[in-house]
Structure formats: C-alpha cells, structure tokens
C-alpha cells in the first residue's frame, strides 16, 4: 500500500465540488486524512473566482495511472473539460501531489508535482497535514518548508467547512 496525497480545489460551486470529492474519494479509498480548507485568491488569472484548497492523503494499492485516471474521472464528472485553459475557473481540479516518495516520471505523471514548493495553496494544507512527512527531493519536513516559505502576493485563510463524513 502507498500513502498517496493529492490537493483538491474548485472556484464554482465550492462547497458542492470539495464535498462531492472528499465523498468520492472516501467511496474508493476509504478514511482519508483531510486538512483544513483554505479560500485563496486565483495564481495566475484575475478576473476568477476565489478558490477553494485543501489536502487529502490516503493510503492506496493502485498505481500512478489508476490513480491519475481517477482524478480525471471525477473532475470530468464535475463538468470540468479536458483542453479547458490552464488559468480558467474549474469545478473541480484533483491533482496527484506524491505518491509515497516515488520521484520522476510515473506512467506519465510527474512525481512530487511541482506546485508543492511553488503554491501556499498547495504547501500549506500539506504542511498542516503532514507535519513530519518529508518532500521527496527536497528531504525536508513539510513543515520546515512551510515555515521558510516566500508568500509574496499569494494570499490564503482558513474557512469554516463542514464534511459530514469528517465528523
């Protein structure tokens, strides 16, 4: 079994698309650890919609693919559309953030994803989470590199969430 964590955020319909995700994710994998979520500011577009992050980590047999697959399968399923521009509003965005501590190229998904140590949307809830876990390359508690870490104009506050399945 491998202790996967992915970063869920959505900037329509919120509370709808991060509940349904926890919910799906629950469905298949089972209890997940989930971190605060946090409402922040759009990176690299202004004209959209506050969004909401947070960080779920759970423990999974399948391998990268099947995992990536999933995340696709549930954000088409929330409306978003494959080829849709990078920096636009999403329903839902699931992105796979490590895999235990696989690094490189893994059936075509790039391990630890790069927005770990670029994003406080991403750091943050990781670092809140998974305090002691270290970063694949960086070989750093997440909570080390969270505290060291640069948030320039990136803004991000915690937002009172209810996930019925959390309680």
Sequence with gaps: MAWVSVSIGSNIDREYHVRACLDALAASFGELLVSRVYESE??????????????AAFESDWSVGELQAWCKRVERAHGRRPGSPKFSPRTLDIDLLTVNDLVGEHDGVMLPRGEILQH?????????????????????????????????????????FDWPAQR
């Design 42 to 55: 759009p990176v690299g577009f202004e004209d959209g919609r506050n969004f909401y992050n947070l960080v």
């Design 120 to 160: 406080a949307f991403v750091l943050l809830p990781l670092a809140e989470l998974l305090p002691d876990s270290r970063h694949p390359v960086a070989g750093r508690p997440y909570a080390e590199l969270w505290a060291e870490f640069d948030l320039g104009d990136q803004r991000l506050w915690p937002v009172a």
